[in-house]
T-cell receptor, first 115, second 108 residues
Framework: EAQVTQNPRYLITVTGKKLTVTCSQN?????MSWYRQDPGLGLRQIYY???????DKGDVPEGYKVSRKEKRNFPLILESPSPNQTSLYFC??????????????FGPGTRLTVL | RKEVEQDPGPFNVPEGATVAFNCTYS??????FFWYRQDCRKEPKLLMS???SGNEDGRFTAQLNRASQYISLLIRDSKLSDSATYLC?????????FGGGTRLMVKP
């Protein structure tokens, strides 16, 4: 089944404790991205990657890191989480993602709480 | 000003009604336009792309007005299952910008 998977789905952590949220897609998509969704602010893009070893900042990259060592994986790293990073996070992928008419496939989301 | 703006709603409509949502965008270089549907705190899913000439998919019709920089979504004969949040999405270059979403509630 073609899909985007994220782990963990739910995470409660404390300020400053490094964490990684994994994202994997099995569709051989070139483009992958991370979003956070907050009430009243909608979905905002954190980072995106157009291919292996190519990553770029989105609208809200501060406090996050990403890497794209393999085409299928795009982990999101919070080196020192803070309470303002409490949010619902979505990973997404698309075949090209370069402005063409391209469907974004989203993972099921990770609900992160930072105490 | 937000790059992509939507009326958050909620739009409360009876079954069978026709409802329309608008979305405005600020970046005139925007190239691709989409409507996504999101059920309560689940992942967004593509509803339909929006083409310059307008396009229809069953009960759903999308329109794009580049001059005025807005897109619209029309839902005819609303079903209970249409209750969701509808996200307007605009693609300029390599980034996607999402509107805050419009919540639709279809009542029996």
């Amino acid at each position: 089944e073609a899909q985007v998977t994220q782990n963990p789905r739910y995470l409660i952590t404390v300020t400053g404790k490094k964490l990684t949220v994994t994202c994997s897609q099995n569709m051989n998509h070139e483009y992958m991205s991370w979003y956070r969704q907050d009430p009243g602010l909608g979905l905002r893009q954190i980072y995106y990657s157009m291919n292996v070893e190519v990553t770029d900042k989105g609208d809200v990259p501060e406090g996050y890191k990403v890497s794209r060592k393999e085409k299928r994986n795009f982990p999101l790293i919070l080196e020192s989480p803070s309470p303002n990073q409490t949010s619902l996070y979505f990973c997404a992928s698309s075949l090209y993602g370069d402005g063409r008419r391209d469907t974004q496939y989203f993972g099921p989301g990770t609900r992160l709480t930072v105490l | 000003r937000k790059e992509v703006e939507q009326d958050p709603g909620p739009f409360n409509v009876p079954e069978g009604a026709t409802v329309a949502f608008n979305c405005t965008y600020s970046n005139s270089a925007s190239q691709s336009f989409f409507w996504y549907r999101q059920d309560c705190r689940k992942e967004p899913k593509l509803l339909m792309s929006v083409y310059s000439s307008g396009n229809e998919d069953g009960r759903f019709t999308a329109q794009l007005n580049r001059a005025s920089q807005y897109i619209s979504l029309l839902i005819r004969d609303s079903k209970l299952s249409d209750s969701a949040t509808y996200l307007c999405v605009v693609n300029a270059g390599n980034m996607l910008t999402f509107g805050g979403g419009t919540r639709l509630m279809v009542k029996p």
